[in-house]
């Protein structure tokens, strides 16, 4: 089985400028999750999609981070324009069906440095 | 709403020492609880989880856990570690909205 892909695995990027990630989880699951992680801390909530539709995105900075869960499979995180305080792995995870609670399954990261 | 609080940033042991890495978390509801590992420049890696049943859990790579409800405790242990061991491990919460929040880490560094 395919784990969740992520791309691209690094990415430096100017202040200001706009970046954007992509995500194809695992075939089949439903629920997908966006994680920022900064050096040195635990990974960040940042959205939750159940399908197509948006389950929580409280912590998501949306005066410039932006996402969305396309025909609810793949995903992109988009930040526009970026700060110096972005710079940190952005993670993404997928879990199955929503009749079982399960664990998440995490791709690789994509990390940001911003200057 | 649910939080997760791991005490320990870093926890040094020498090889084939016991460990114990502690998670407290918080939530009004019943929960699902996780252990994830991490290793430099890798995704997280789940090591067990705790869904309902047995309060003690056992995972990969001889890692095993313990539900204490009455304590709001799932600390993971490991009777003997091995140089390899040495991770990031993170404690995660979960319910019935799916909503994963992890803890803040531990860094488990494993000496010869």
């Known amino acids: 089985e395919a784990g969740v892909a992520q791309s691209p695995r690094y990415k430096i990027i100017e202040k200001r400028q706009s970046v954007a990630f992509w995500c194809n989880p695992i075939?089949?699951?439903?629920?997908l999750y966006w994680y920022q992680q900064i050096l040195g801390q635990g990974p960040k909530l940042l959205i939750q999609?159940?399908?197509?539709?948006?389950?929580?995105d409280s912590q998501l900075p949306k005066d410039r981070f932006s996402a969305e869960r396309l025909k609810g499979v793949d995903s992109t995180l988009k930040i526009q324009p970026a700060k110096l305080e972005d710079s940190a792995v952005y993670l993404c995870?997928?879990?199955?069906?929503?009749?079982?609670?399960?664990?998440?399954?995490f791709g690789q990261g994509t990390r940001l440095t911003v200057v | 709403a649910q939080s997760v609080t791991q005490l320990d940033s870093q926890v040094p042991v020498f090889e084939e020492a016991p460990v114990e890495l502690r998670c407290n978390y918080s939530?009004?509801?019943?929960?699902?609880l996780f252990w994830y590992v991490q290793y430099p420049n890798q995704g997280l890696q789940l090591l067990l989880k705790?869904?309902?049943?047995?309060?003690l859990v056992k995972g990969i790579n001889g890692f095993e856990a313990e539900f204490n409800k009455s304590q709001t405790s799932f600390h993971l242990r490991k009777p003997s570690v091995h140089i390899s061991d040495t991770a990031e491990y993170f404690c995660?919460?979960?319910?019935?909205?799916?909503?994963?929040?992890f803890g803040s880490g531990t860094r488990l560094l494993v000496r010869p």
């Open positions: 995870a997928s879990s199955p069906p929503v009749l079982s609670i399960s664990e998440a399954f």
């Open positions: 075939s089949g699951h439903a629920t």
């Open positions: 999609f159940q399908n197509n539709g948006v389950v929580d």
């Open positions: 939530s009004s509801v019943s929960v699902y």
């Open positions: 705790y869904l309902s049943g047995s309060t």
């Open positions: 995660a919460v979960s319910d019935s909205s799916y909503k994963l929040i």
